[in-house]
């Protein structure tokens, strides 16, 4: 009779989306998915392990929280048995909210390392980072009292956040390296750190620069054109971009991305580039076909 497949937690973390940390947490914390463990401790998963955490990502697609996730599973119940709610993400938009207008940066320090580890990071993209900063925009454009204060808070939250996981995911097997480059003059959007962070938590090493006005100056990296280039932008660009961006285009041949809403901006521009764009936030950008596509060739 054939041995079962066994897989590292890398493995699994590759094969479901869920990061190394947070298949920890659950186990940890909330007694969910048990490994088998080899004489030194390492967690070895199996087939039946992947479809456990297929099911709890399914509830959590529901807006079911993942403290009540456990007794959910010990019911039999299905996922389908459960209507979708947005209860718990408004819940957690809220707290972020507090946090911010009450200038609490050690609370939303708190509440970022929480949530991060607990949760998918896409599915938190989607259903709390992305719509709750649409409304700080809306409170920001008003300029309440300190506004600016919040926004530091909240810049500032987020590349604590990407200094975390980058120290968290040296310590593993990397899938692949690249560059990531923002071209936002008014320095990095929310976009930027949560796909910086989407990438590290997907097994890429990425080499970042935050803010580059020439893309000229790329080239000065031409020594090492094997890692692929992503570019970043969620603003309109001048036009000697696209100029600079077809030269890097002839570099880097099939292994640049130009990736943000730049990619909507700009859309009739870059099609004269041999190039692939994707538009959007960074979770409709992440799941986007090209996007996957690219990443695929990464990892390779």
């Given at each position: 009779m054939p041995s079962e497949q066994a897989f590292t937690i890398g493995?699994?973390?590759?094969?479901?989306?869920?990061?190394?940390?947070?298949?920890?947490?659950?186990?940890?914390?909330?007694?969910?998915?048990?490994?088998?463990?080899t004489p030194k401790g390492h967690r070895v998963y199996n087939q039946n392990n992947i479809q456990q955490i297929q099911h709890i990502l399914s509830w959590l697609n529901r807006g079911v929280a993942i403290s009540?996730?456990?007794?959910?599973?010990?019911?039999?119940?299905?996922?389908?048995?459960?209507?979708?709610?947005?209860?718990?993400?408004?819940?957690q938009q809220n707290g972020f909210l507090a946090a911010l207008t009450q200038l609490k940066q050690r609370g939303l320090d708190?509440?970022?390392?929480?949530?991060?580890?607990?949760?998918?990071?896409?599915?938190l993209c989607e259903q709390v980072y992305q719509p709750l900063h649409a409304l700080l925009i809306q409170r920001w454009q008003q300029q309440p009292l300190g506004y600016q204060l919040e926004q530091q808070l909240w810049e500032q939250g987020w590349q604590r956040q990407v200094m975390i996981v980058t120290l968290r995911t040296d310590k593993q097997k990397a899938q692949g390296t690249c560059y990531l480059v923002s071209l936002d003059a008014v320095g990095p959007s929310l976009n930027y750190y949560l796909l910086h962070i989407q990438l590290l938590q997907?097994?890429?090493?990425?080499?970042?620069?935050?803010?580059?006005?020439?893309?000229?100056?790329?080239?000065?990296?031409?020594?090492?054109?094997?890692?692929?280039?992503?570019?970043?932008?969620?603003?309109?660009?001048?036009?000697?971009?696209?100029?600079?961006?077809?030269?890097?285009?002839?570099?880097?041949?099939?292994?640049?991305?130009?990736?943000?809403?730049?990619?909507?901006?700009?859309?009739?521009?870059?099609?004269?580039?041999?190039?692939?764009?994707?538009?959007?936030?960074?979770?409709?950008?992440?799941?986007?076909?090209?996007?996957?596509?690219?990443?695929?060739?990464?990892?390779?």
């Amino acid at each position: 009779m054939p041995s079962e497949q066994a897989f590292t937690i890398g493995d699994v973390s590759q094969q479901t989306g869920v990061a190394s940390v947070t298949l920890r947490a659950w186990e940890r914390r909330y007694g969910l998915i048990k490994p088998q463990r080899t004489p030194k401790g390492h967690r070895v998963y199996n087939q039946n392990n992947i479809q456990q955490i297929q099911h709890i990502l399914s509830w959590l697609n529901r807006g079911v929280a993942i403290s009540k996730v456990p007794a959910l599973l010990a019911s039999g119940k299905s996922s389908n048995d459960i209507a979708s709610t947005d209860e718990q993400w408004v819940k957690q938009q809220n707290g972020f909210l507090a946090a911010l207008t009450q200038l609490k940066q050690r609370g939303l320090d708190q509440l970022l390392d929480e949530l991060n580890k607990a949760t998918p990071f896409v599915t938190l993209c989607e259903q709390v980072y992305q719509p709750l900063h649409a409304l700080l925009i809306q409170r920001w454009q008003q300029q309440p009292l300190g506004y600016q204060l919040e926004q530091q808070l909240w810049e500032q939250g987020w590349q604590r956040q990407v200094m975390i996981v980058t120290l968290r995911t040296d310590k593993q097997k990397a899938q692949g390296t690249c560059y990531l480059v923002s071209l936002d003059a008014v320095g990095p959007s929310l976009n930027y750190y949560l796909l910086h962070i989407q990438l590290l938590q997907s097994g890429i090493r990425v080499n970042a620069f935050n803010t580059v006005d020439d893309l000229a100056g790329l080239k000065r990296l031409n020594n090492n054109a094997e890692l692929p280039l992503m570019i970043f932008a969620d603003q309109r660009v001048e036009q000697t971009t696209f100029n600079q961006l077809s030269k890097l285009s002839n570099l880097w041949q099939e292994d640049i991305i130009c990736v943000g809403r730049m990619a909507d901006i700009h859309d009739k521009q870059l099609a004269d580039i041999p190039l692939n764009s994707v538009g959007g936030n960074m979770s409709e950008c992440w799941h986007s076909t090209v996007m996957q596509a690219w990443f695929a060739k990464l990892k390779k």
